[in-house]
């Protein structure tokens, strides 16, 4: 490639001259290419080492002057033919130009020129983008596809110099991160060291040091575990590459592949060696850290921070902190952990001003909001760059009508006022709720109005007022006063600070009365539905009615949620809960409905109208509990990974005995999914879940730590599972919450409790305090990233788990061996998962469906199964095998849709590996007949009849509507709801019967599809080592087959006469015959109920008789030997030069387009054909050859028996195609639509 003119001071160091002219100098590096010696080693291992760019280009063109001792870089290259195009190039177009100057000067002045101009027109089609990355990464990112072959569509993350261990000596070189691969490269005094590893494989990824390898990171896979060191930034390193495994992890849970986000703002100045990319995860990075800090919408994007102090009223301080700044909020977190968190919605904001610097407070800003509420930050380095951003982000935020993110919803609220935290005085004890801002709109849900669209059930179904009157009431109010004293203080709605004060009345369980209205504000689903105005209602509207199989699911649950409480005992309280899932499985299909979601859901709706629900229930699902309700609840079991981690830290004597018994799988799941609703006693769990919304899954993790402390003794004397689960729910229907002013509702799991002791009640309260005091260490920030390590080991876990059950499912029937499956699984997969990548487009990755049966999830289609079939099958054709891949393809596609999944591929596999000789040859048949064989080669499928006769297009038509009837349901079941299991096990069960077919089932071959077959085996035979016995053995073959053809055709073109009068006439001349189209039934009749060794001895005794009928037959005579025979186009003189070869044939060599038929190979039953594919001689429709006649030919062949009953090991196959796949190959020359399918 061209190169920017670099200036080069030592041009003959390390160099070796090959071509040279006055103005231009072509070199070789020293090692590369042949020889090379020691200073080649050197040279090799220096490059590597220093990252030279000569690693990418072995060659280089300098242009240089006489009395210059300067050269200039003007091109590169990775191989001899790039390198000489760019020379030729100089010396055609500027050796006479450059002739002309005097001045040496204006020489090089003119050629920097020159190459500028041509590098200015290479790139100008380049996509813009590519033109963020600077210059020294992309020669890295060149270097990496030249290095491991990867293709244009492979982006560099980034590249850094490490060493890698191998065994105990370490290899220095380069490791490069890119998007879908960790690769590293070394070349040291002649050993090299290629690794690539897809991040989809890895199984671990660990930052540790020991005594043998110093701070090193471990990247494990299945198979293998790899140590790399000497990094100059590890954490940034390892930061990186648990980002790029977790988007892989991603990839594998839910299809999301990796975008690049283009909307990213452009650095203010150029960044040294990062690439657009890297830039782009740190900013994912960065927001995800923002969004899940401040709990604030999934699309919601960090603009910028920075340092500052903010005035705090409640305890006049100036806090020191970090502002936050994004497209619709201002967010502001102190250093001190607790000290104060505060979030801004911008729609809130009215003024922003900057006030009077002082000594005292520098660079201070203003904050209005509409609640009356004033925020003074100080000491802010940019001060007039942060107001000129807000004030942009302020004008794209209308003050008219609520700001909606989701522009479908055209719902516009007249007055935004009503959505906004209200505007009374904070000061006030009775202050609007922001609950009851929309509980004053009539919201219809299709039937008119609902009383659940404006309030909580609990206040509808509020039962006993005398609990309100008592000590409790009383304690109650206490609780209501001191939260009206907090919202007096630190503010009201989504503008409050948050210390540590609030933590301590919430810990202290949060008042009936206020509940909805304080989930909302710190789960952050009020900012989410105070800007969807109306997203529910719509939702409700449109899932009316609308029935698929997470409705029926519903349905099924609907009354098992908290039957106990009398909210649910009747239609009202049922229609809400209905409405609130039903909605919600239609916003969100990937999740659509999973147990565990009611019971949550039923809890807020008690305190919540059905709007305010749905939302809590959004931010629960989507948010605060990632993962967690999708059909392999993923989310749970990556924490309890999490929590069995910090068993073993906090709980050591303990952790081993839970391993044992197996106990913490069996909890975790149970606690976690339902935030302990369904094993605690409700009042007890509802103060849970007041935690949970403020602290996040840690308080979960603290409090179950609690529970297994408190009961550690009895646990460590358990000796099974069963008993450790009942100590468990004994204790925990014992915790009690005495505050509590609703009645008791009684608690299903109270049945547990036995025995004659009285059981010691718990104090909720006490419990909590008691997880706070052992256990409040834990941190946010360290969950997520142990989120992370388990998240690896869950997805590999589950996929493994997948493999194991699809190698089961298709082992029943395939005659590969369990391991063999399993690797095949694995590149059946992997090249899926390529197509997701590599792709054009996204097609790949939409037609995998998580709610379908492992089976189906993971289908290819025909550009991606030639590739797999190319380097697995043992019947190589060379360039024939894309043909004979094509055909086998249709062959397995039973329904027609393009792709096939894992049982089809095996099942084509195993017919080429597995079986005997008949087995076999019983595949390569079925190849050459429709729906194998291609219509472009048989001219269309509607025309088969011309190749068929009537017989086997009856057949086929037969197959096909059993077929179109088998697939019918499924397209039927496809368009309205997720396929039922049942549906997959009749329809293998179905398959299952359908394979009992017998050699006399397959319909007879017409002479066109023979042609076909005698083309694929002798491409088959091109490259064996014993290819010239092939040829002959296949010769002798097909010749007699043709012979057979003939001897079939004779009978069939006479079927009324009787066999004496067949004898009799044997001699004669059969032209006389009629010339209609004969029927398959007559050759079935005439040629099928014969023998397999009369057919052989006929054709033998007639042999003679035909040629003599063909000889005295006159050519010219218009009536031909039957319909379409080539023996109607020749003259006399043509027949007479035929007739020294063998006549027994209609079909030439010529006419199999063979060009790896050797020269002196002769097919031996070849009359006259060589010319009468001169003048294009037409396929005889009444010829026609039957399986078994086939069959019966080869087995007089010894060559042909071998080599179909020679034995292939597919495993070795499969290590072959792994080292070819990742073998060094030029990006320019890699054809990227074979790697994206």
Same mark, same amino acid.
């Not at 980034?158 to 290899?171: F, I, T």
């Given at each position: 490639?061209?190169?920017?003119?670099?200036?080069?001071?030592?041009?003959?160091?390390?160099?070796?001259?090959?071509?040279?002219?006055?103005?231009?100098?072509?070199?070789?590096?020293?090692?590369?290419?042949?020889?090379?010696?020691?200073?080649?080693?050197?040279?090799?291992?220096?490059?590597?080492?220093?990252?030279?760019?000569?690693?990418?280009?072995?060659?280089?063109?300098?242009?240089?002057?006489?009395?210059?001792?300067?050269?200039?870089?003007?091109?590169?290259?990775?191989?001899?033919?790039?390198?000489?195009?760019?020379?030729?190039?100089?010396?055609?177009?500027?050796?006479?130009?450059?002739?002309?100057?005097?001045?040496?000067?204006?020489?090089?002045?003119?050629?920097?020129?020159?190459?500028?101009?041509?590098?200015?027109?290479?790139?100008?089609?380049?996509?813009?983008?590519?033109?963020?990355?600077?210059?020294?990464?992309?020669?890295?990112?060149?270097?990496?596809?030249?290095?491991?072959?990867?293709?244009?569509?492979?982006?560099?993350?980034?590249?850094?110099?490490?060493?890698?261990?191998?065994?105990?000596?370490?290899?220095?070189?380069?490791?490069?991160?890119?998007?879908?691969?960790?690769?590293?490269?070394?070349?040291?005094?002649?050993?090299?060291?290629?690794?690539?590893?897809?991040?989809?494989?890895?199984?671990?990824?660990?930052?540790?040091?020991?005594?043998?390898?110093?701070?090193?990171?471990?990247?494990?896979?299945?198979?293998?575990?790899?140590?790399?060191?000497?990094?100059?930034?590890?954490?940034?390193?390892?930061?990186?590459?648990?980002?790029?495994?977790?988007?892989?992890?991603?990839?594998?849970?839910?299809?999301?592949?990796?975008?690049?986000?283009?909307?990213?703002?452009?650095?203010?100045?150029?960044?040294?060696?990062?690439?657009?990319?890297?830039?782009?995860?740190?900013?994912?990075?960065?927001?995800?850290?923002?969004?899940?800090?401040?709990?604030?919408?999934?699309?919601?994007?960090?603009?910028?921070?920075?340092?500052?102090?903010?005035?705090?009223?409640?305890?006049?301080?100036?806090?020191?902190?970090?502002?936050?700044?994004?497209?619709?909020?201002?967010?502001?977190?102190?250093?001190?952990?607790?000290?104060?968190?505060?979030?801004?919605?911008?729609?809130?904001?009215?003024?922003?001003?900057?006030?009077?610097?002082?000594?005292?407070?520098?660079?201070?800003?203003?904050?209005?909001?509409?609640?009356?509420?004033?925020?003074? *930050?100080?000491?802010?380095?940019?001060?007039?760059?942060?107001?000129?951003?807000?004030?942009?982000?302020?004008?794209?935020?209308?003050?008219?009508?609520?700001?909606?993110?989701?522009?479908?919803?055209?719902?516009?609220?007249?007055?935004?006022?009503?959505?906004?935290?209200?505007?009374?005085?904070?000061?006030?004890?009775?202050?609007?709720?922001?609950?009851?801002?929309?509980?004053?709109?009539?919201?219809?849900?299709?039937?008119?109005?609902?009383?659940?669209?404006?309030?909580?059930?609990?206040?509808?179904?509020?039962?006993?007022?005398?609990?309100?009157?008592?000590?409790?009431?009383?304690?109650?109010?206490?609780?209501?006063?001191?939260?009206?004293?907090?919202?007096?203080?630190?503010?009201?709605?989504?503008?409050?600070?948050?210390?540590?004060?609030?933590?301590?009345?919430?810990?202290?369980?949060?008042?009936?009365?206020?509940?909805?209205?304080?989930?909302?504000?710190?789960?952050?689903?009020?900012?989410?539905?105070?800007?969807?105005?109306?997203?529910?209602?719509?939702?409700?509207?449109?899932?009316?009615?609308?029935?698929?199989?997470?409705?029926?699911?519903?349905?099924?649950?609907?009354?098992?949620?908290?039957?106990?409480?009398?909210? *649910?005992?009747?239609?009202?309280?049922?229609?809400?809960?209905?409405?609130?899932?039903?909605?919600?499985?239609?916003?969100?299909?990937?999740?659509?409905?999973?147990?565990?979601?009611?019971?949550?859901?039923?809890?807020?709706?008690?305190?919540?109208?059905?709007?305010?629900? *749905?939302?809590?229930?959004?931010?629960?699902?989507?948010?605060?509990?990632?993962?967690?309700?999708?059909?392999?609840?993923?989310?749970?079991?990556?924490?309890?990974?999490?929590?069995?981690?910090?068993?073993?830290?906090?709980?050591?004597?303990?952790?081993?005995?839970?391993?044992?018994?197996?106990?913490?799988?069996?909890?975790?799941?149970?606690?976690?999914?339902?935030?302990?609703?369904?094993?605690?006693?409700?009042?007890?769990?509802?103060?849970?879940?007041?935690?949970?919304?403020?602290?996040?899954?840690?308080?979960?993790?603290?409090?179950?730590?609690?529970?297994?402390?408190?009961?550690?003794?009895?646990?460590?004397?358990?000796?099974?599972?069963?008993?450790?689960?009942?100590?468990?729910?004994?204790?925990?229907?014992?915790?009690?919450?005495?505050?509590?002013?609703?009645?008791?509702?009684?608690?299903?799991?109270?049945?547990?409790?036995?025995?004659?002791?009285?059981?010691?009640?718990?104090?909720?309260?006490?419990?909590?305090?008691?997880?706070?005091?052992?256990?409040?260490?834990?941190?946010?920030?360290?969950?997520?990233?142990?989120?992370?390590?388990?998240?690896?080991?869950?997805?590999?876990?589950?996929?493994?788990?997948?493999?194991?059950?699809?190698?089961?499912?298709?082992?029943?029937?395939?005659?590969?061996?369990?391991?063999?499956?399993?690797?095949?699984?694995?590149?059946?997969?992997?090249?899926?998962?390529?197509?997701?990548?590599?792709?054009?487009?996204?097609?790949?990755?939409?037609?995998?469906?998580?709610?379908?049966?492992?089976?189906?999830?993971?289908?290819?289609?025909?550009?991606?199964?030639?590739?797999?079939?190319?380097?697995?099958?043992?019947?190589?054709?060379?360039?024939?095998?894309?043909?004979?891949?094509?055909?086998?393809?249709?062959?397995?596609?039973?329904?027609?849709?393009?792709?096939?999944?894992?049982?089809?591929?095996?099942?084509?596999?195993?017919?080429?590996?597995?079986?005997?000789?008949?087995?076999?040859?019983?595949?390569?048949?079925?190849?050459?007949?429709?729906?194998?064989?291609?219509?472009?080669?048989?001219?269309?499928?509607?025309?088969?009849?011309?190749?068929?006769?009537?017989?086997?297009?009856?057949?086929?038509?037969?197959?096909?509507?059993?077929?179109?009837?088998?697939?019918?349901?499924?397209?039927?079941?496809?368009?309205?709801?997720?396929?039922?299991?049942?549906?997959?096990?009749?329809?293998?069960?179905?398959?299952?019967?359908?394979?009992?077919?017998?050699?006399?089932?397959?319909?007879?071959?017409?002479?066109?599809?023979?042609?076909?077959?005698?083309?694929?085996?002798?491409?088959?035979?091109?490259?064996?080592?014993?290819?010239?016995?092939?040829?002959?053995?296949?010769?002798?073959?097909?010749?007699?087959?043709?012979?057979?053809?003939?001897?079939?055709?004779?009978?069939?073109?006479?079927?009324?006469?009787?066999?004496?009068?067949?004898?009799?006439?044997?001699?004669?001349?059969?032209?006389?015959?009629?010339?209609?189209?004969?029927?398959?039934?007559?050759?079935?009749?005439?040629?099928?109920?014969?023998?397999?060794?009369?057919?052989?001895?006929?054709?033998?005794?007639?042999?003679?008789?035909?040629?003599?009928?063909?000889?005295?037959?006159?050519?010219?005579?218009?009536?031909?030997?039957?319909?379409?025979?080539?023996?109607?186009?020749?003259?006399?003189?043509?027949?007479?030069?035929?007739?020294?070869?063998?006549?027994?044939?209609?079909?030439?060599?010529?006419?199999?387009?063979?060009?790896?038929?050797?020269?002196?190979?002769?097919?031996?039953?070849?009359?006259?054909?060589?010319?009468?594919?001169?003048?294009?001689?037409?396929?005889?429709?009444?010829?026609?050859?039957?399986?078994?006649?086939?069959?019966?030919?080869?087995?007089?062949?010894?060559?042909?028996?071998?080599?179909?009953?020679?034995?292939?090991?597919?495993?070795?196959?499969?290590?072959?195609?792994?080292?070819?796949?990742?073998?060094?190959?030029?990006?320019?020359?890699?054809?990227?639509?074979?790697?994206?399918?």
């Amino acid at each position: 490639m061209w190169l920017g003119p670099e200036e080069v001071l030592l041009a003959g160091a390390l160099w070796v001259t090959e071509r040279a002219n006055p103005f231009f100098l072509l070199q070789r590096r020293r090692g590369h290419g042949k020889g090379g010696g020691l200073t080649g080693l050197l040279v090799g291992t220096l490059d590597v080492v220093l990252d030279s760019s000569a690693r990418v280009a072995p060659y280089r063109i300098l242009h240089q002057t006489q009395d210059s001792q300067v050269y200039w870089a003007v091109a590169c290259g990775s191989s001899r033919k790039e390198i000489t195009k760019h020379w030729e190039w100089l010396e055609n177009n500027l050796l006479q130009t450059l002739s002309i100057f005097d001045n040496e000067e204006d020489i090089t002045t003119f050629v920097k020129g020159k190459i500028h101009g041509i590098i200015a027109e290479e790139n100008k089609n380049e996509q813009p983008q590519s033109e963020e990355d600077p210059g020294k990464f992309k020669e890295a990112e060149l270097k990496m596809r030249k290095q491991f072959g990867m293709p244009e569509v492979e982006k560099l993350v980034n590249y850094y110099s490490c060493s890698y261990w191998k065994g105990r000596v370490p290899r220095q070189g380069w490791l490069y991160l890119t998007v879908n691969h960790l690769c590293f490269y070394s070349f040291l005094l002649g050993k090299e060291v290629t690794l690539v590893i897809q991040w989809v494989d890895v199984t671990q990824l660990e930052k540790n040091a020991t005594l043998l390898f110093p701070e090193c990171i471990k990247v494990s896979t299945r198979d293998s575990e790899l140590y790399f060191s000497m990094f100059l930034n590890i954490n940034e390193t390892f930061k990186l590459m648990e980002q790029l495994a977790n988007i892989a992890m991603r990839q594998l849970l839910d299809n999301e592949s990796f975008l690049q986000d283009k909307s990213l703002p452009k650095p203010r100045r150029p960044l040294k060696n990062i690439s657009a990319l890297k830039r782009d995860l740190d900013a994912r990075a960065k927001n995800e850290c923002y969004r899940a800090t401040f709990r604030l919408p999934k699309d919601e994007c960090l603009d910028g921070h920075t340092d500052c102090t903010l005035w705090t009223p409640f305890n006049k301080m100036h806090i020191p902190g970090q502002m936050f700044v994004s497209n619709n909020y201002i967010c502001f977190a102190s250093r001190a952990e607790e000290a104060c968190h505060l979030i801004i919605p911008l729609r809130e904001v009215t003024i922003v001003e900057k006030a009077d610097s002082s000594s005292v407070l520098p660079s201070p800003l203003s904050i209005s909001t509409k609640s009356k509420m004033t925020f003074f *930050f100080a000491n802010l380095k940019d001060r007039d760059f942060l107001v000129q951003r807000i004030s942009d982000f302020l004008q794209r935020t209308p003050s008219k009508k609520s700001c909606s993110i989701d522009r479908e919803w055209k719902w516009n609220v007249p007055d935004a006022s009503s959505e906004e935290v209200p505007e009374l005085p904070s000061s006030s004890p009775l202050a609007v709720s922001p609950t009851s801002g929309l509980s004053h709109r009539p919201v219809s849900f299709c039937a008119g109005q609902v009383p659940t669209a404006s309030q909580g059930l609990l206040k509808l179904f509020r039962r006993n007022s005398e609990e309100l009157s008592g000590p409790k009431g009383a304690k109650e109010k206490m609780k209501e006063e001191s939260w009206n004293i907090h919202f007096f203080e630190y503010g009201r709605g989504m503008c409050m600070y948050r210390t540590a004060k609030t933590r301590e009345l919430v810990q202290k369980g949060i008042p009936e009365n206020l509940r909805g209205e304080l989930w909302l504000l710190f789960s952050g689903a009020w900012n989410e539905m105070v800007t969807h105005p109306g997203y529910y209602a719509d939702l409700v509207e449109k899932s009316m009615g609308r029935y698929n199989l997470a409705t029926e699911e519903i349905e099924r649950d609907l009354h098992r949620s908290m039957p106990e409480h009398p909210a *649910f005992q009747n239609e009202l309280g049922i229609a809400a809960l209905r409405r609130v899932l039903t909605a919600y499985a239609f916003r969100n299909p990937t999740i659509g409905y999973c147990q565990a979601m009611n019971i949550v859901t039923s809890v807020l709706l008690l305190y919540c109208n059905e709007e305010e629900a *749905f939302w809590l229930l959004v931010a629960l699902c989507e948010r605060m509990l990632p993962d967690y309700y999708n059909t392999r609840v993923v989310g749970a079991l990556v924490d309890q990974g999490i929590f069995e981690e910090l068993t073993r830290e906090y709980l050591p004597q303990l952790s081993e005995k839970m391993q044992d018994l197996g106990v913490i799988s069996t909890i975790s799941l149970s606690w976690f999914l339902t935030l302990f609703l369904s094993v605690m006693p409700f009042e007890s769990a509802v103060v849970i879940v007041d935690c949970f919304f403020y602290e996040g899954i840690k308080f979960i993790l603290q409090v179950s730590l609690a529970i297994l402390d408190a009961n550690m003794e009895k646990l460590l004397q358990c000796c099974d599972e069963g008993e450790a689960m009942t100590i468990l729910g004994r204790y925990l229907d014992n915790v009690v919450n005495r505050q509590s002013v609703s009645p008791p509702i009684p608690h299903l799991h109270a049945l547990l409790t036995s025995g004659d002791d009285p059981p010691l009640e718990i104090d909720i309260f006490e419990l909590i305090k008691t997880s706070y005091e052992k256990f409040g260490n834990l941190k946010a920030d360290d969950i997520e990233q142990m989120r992370f390590k388990q998240r690896l080991k869950v997805i590999q876990s589950l996929e493994d788990t997948a493999k194991k059950s699809v190698v089961r499912a298709v082992s029943g029937d395939i005659g590969f061996t369990m391991e063999e499956l399993e690797e095949l699984y694995v590149v059946f997969k992997a090249k899926y998962l390529m197509s997701c990548y590599w792709g054009n487009n996204r097609a790949a990755a939409a037609r995998r469906d998580q709610s379908l049966p492992y089976l189906e999830q993971y289908r290819i289609d025909m550009e991606q199964f030639k590739e797999l079939f190319s380097s697995l099958t043992p019947w190589a054709c060379g360039a024939h095998t894309p043909v004979l891949a094509g055909r086998l393809f249709r062959l397995l596609d039973e329904n027609r849709d393009s792709l096939i999944n894992f049982k089809e591929f095996v099942t084509g596999m195993s017919g080429m590996y597995h079986g005997d000789l008949t087995e076999k040859l019983k595949v390569l048949y079925k190849l050459h007949l429709p729906p194998a064989l291609n219509p472009e080669e048989t001219e269309s499928a509607l025309e088969a009849t011309s190749y068929f006769t009537e017989d086997v297009t009856t057949e086929e038509t037969q197959e096909d509507k059993g077929r179109r009837n088998e697939n019918g349901p499924e397209k039927e079941e496809k368009g309205t709801s997720p396929q039922d299991y049942r549906y997959y096990l009749r329809m293998w069960a179905k398959e299952k019967e359908n394979k009992k077919e017998t050699i006399k089932d397959l319909p007879k071959m017409s002479q066109e599809q023979f042609i076909e077959l005698c083309k694929t085996l002798y491409n088959m035979f091109s490259e064996d080592p014993v290819e010239q016995e092939l040829y002959h053995a296949i010769a002798t073959v097909a010749s007699l087959l043709l012979r057979i053809g003939e001897v079939g055709k004779k009978f069939s073109n006479r079927p009324t006469r009787k066999s004496e009068d067949c004898k009799a006439n044997s001699g004669q001349d059969p032209v006389s015959e009629e010339e209609s189209p004969t029927s398959e039934q007559s050759q079935n009749s005439a040629v099928e109920q014969q023998p397999q060794a009369d057919h052989e001895d006929k054709a033998n005794v007639d042999a003679q008789p035909e040629k003599t009928q063909q000889e005295n037959q006159t050519l010219g005579d218009g009536s031909g030997e039957g319909q379409g025979s080539p023996l109607q186009l020749l003259s006399d003189d043509e027949t007479k030069d035929d007739m020294s070869m063998s006549s027994y044939s209609m079909v030439s060599t010529g006419s199999l387009q063979c060009e790896d038929i050797a020269d002196d190979t002769v097919l031996v039953g070849c009359e006259g054909s060589s010319a009468a594919a001169r003048y294009g001689s037409t396929i005889d429709t009444d010829w026609s050859i039957s399986f078994e006649q086939i069959l019966a030919s080869m087995l007089t062949e010894t060559a042909l028996v071998n080599y179909f009953e020679k034995k292939v090991n597919i495993l070795q196959k499969i290590k072959d195609q792994k080292k070819v796949e990742r073998q060094f190959s030029s990006s320019s020359d890699y054809e990227l639509s074979s790697a994206s399918g």
